[in-house]
């Protein structure tokens, strides 16, 4: 059920608002989501502690007035402490994937699904996604978002779901072969282990039809997508979200590339300082802080994303007007600090990928023999790089030294390994091991 013609890249009018009209309509918004958060005990707390109502803002630039989120206080409030509805309103729940501990929680109502779905229609559309198209869905599909976010986004564009989930590698080949989809939606380090498989089975390309690819949920970069859209043949669209606030679908590429569309509409992002907590000026490095301003189970205002990216204003060429992210550059709980300099295992990516000869699959091992950290990076070289020959590898590893020196300012050893000996990553990829005995 298609919400309105199709144009272009363009699933909804709202996608194309003025700055002014999407301000306005963010201050409206913002107003009535302080007012559903009342129902939250943490929120009713703080909102006394500050002194807000929603009278008290005035635009949406007084949003700084408001207190930050944090992943402490969901967990605080595990499961469901930040339910702003009677829970008999509720769908669907999701969570994060969380390393350590509890996951958490996120809760629909049904219109939180229908606003889902939507959001990700919009990125599905802006990156070319057309009614006619199948598509292939490696995502995991259960409390992760990514499976049925993406899953309900194709159906509402129209486009025919084969819902693979994660995994299997064989049989996600076997589909593609099989059943002819036209995009693929994963992680970029499950897109490059399927690049992988795709050659390693001697598959032609040209026997396949994939065109399009739907990659997000962790952080790659630019040179990853010039690999993956080399080896797949596809044109390959970022998108970013998370389940504290929505799920994806928060924001997406359009054609132009020039960052990912935030959906104003719906979300209020600011860009601050980690430290000290204040705005950041456009265009420089920071932590996304994201308010979810419809949602009605669990709105949430000014959550702490720990995703380090850039903002930038102005229109883009294909229309809209909503502020633009870069791609995320690490998250603050993943930087490195290393003899002091602050490093992001994106840096250590982008540098290998300069060079040829080393295959985009890495590790990122933390030391500290003595007193000071050191860093390794294991990296498999690519199998036409293989050689007997001492002095060859020898030239390849110390290239990769200089790149590495070059990109992150860090001296860091290099360890070269043999094709396909590092592990393979089904959703998100880790790459960083930390061995350092901290507490000793
Ligand atoms: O990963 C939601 C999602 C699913 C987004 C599918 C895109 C596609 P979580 O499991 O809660 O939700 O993890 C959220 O993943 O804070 C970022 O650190 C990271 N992340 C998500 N998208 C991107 C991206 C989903 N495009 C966390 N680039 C976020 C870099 C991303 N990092």
């Known amino acids: 059920m298609p919400q309105e013609p199709f144009r272009p890249y363009i699933w909804q009018s709202a996608e194309l608002l003025p700055r002014e009209e999407i301000r306005a309509l963010q201050f ?196 990853m997508r010039e690999t993956l859209e080399a080896s797949l043949e596809i044109f390959g669209s970022n998108n970013y979200g998370l389940s504290e606030v929505i799920g994806p679908g928060v924001s997406g590429e359009c054609p132009e590339r020039t960052g990912m569309h935030f959906q104003e509409d719906h979300f209020i992002v600011e860009c601050i300082n980690p430290e000290t907590l204040k705005p950041v000026p456009e265009g420089e490095p920071g932590e996304l802080v994201i308010s979810s301003i419809t949602r009605e189970a669990m709105p949430i205002l000014r959550y702490r994303t720990r995703d380090i990216a850039r903002l930038y204003s102005g229109k883009c060429a294909c229309g809209r007007e909503t502020v633009r992210m870069s791609r995320v550059i690490g998250r603050s709980d993943d930087m490195l600090i290393v003899r002091g300099v602050n490093v992001f295992p994106s840096q250590i990516e982008e540098a290998l990928l300069t060079i040829e000869g080393a295959a985009p699959h890495y590790q990122i091992v933390l030391e500290r023999p003595k007193t000071m950290d050191e860093v390794r990076v294991r990296v498999e070289v690519v199998p036409e790089t293989m050689s007997d020959k001492m002095t060859d590898m020898l030239h390849v590893q110390k290239k990769i030294s200089h790149a590495v020196q070059q990109y992150t300012g860090l001296n860091m050893t290099i360890e070269l390994l043999p094709p396909m000996t590092l592990e393979r990553f089904e959703g998100k990829a880790k790459r960083v091991v930390d061995k350092r005995n901290i507490l000793e």
């Open 28 to 223: 409206v918004r913002l107003r009535e989501c302080i007012r559903r958060c009342s129902a939250v005990p943490f929120y009713q707390q703080k909102f006394k502690e500050y002194g807000i109502t929603p009278e008290s803002i005035h635009s949406v630039d007084d949003i700084v007035k408001l207190p930050l989120t944090t992943k402490a206080d969901l967990r605080d409030n595990y499961p469901i402490g930040f339910l702003a509805v009677p829970r008999e309103k509720v769908v669907r729940y999701h969570g994060s994937t969380g390393t350590t501990g509890k996951p958490t929680i996120a809760a629909y109502t049904q219109g939180d699904l229908d606003l889902w779905s939507n959001l990700c229609a919009r990125f599905l559309v802006s990156g070319g996604l057309k009614a006619e198209h199948t598509v292939q869905v490696s995502f995991g599909y259960g409390l992760f978002t990514g499976g049925f976010g993406l899953h309900y986004g194709i159906e509402r564009v129209g486009a025919a779901v084969i819902p693979a989930a994660a995994g299997n590698t064989r049989r996600q080949l076997l589909l593609l072969q099989d059943m002819q989809p036209d995009a693929l939606v994963c992680t970029p380090s499950y897109a490059l282990n399927l690049a992988e498989a795709v050659k390693e089975a001697g598959i032609e390309r040209k026997s396949l039809a994939l065109k399009l690819a739907f990659l997000g949920s962790e952080p790659w970069t630019e040179q």
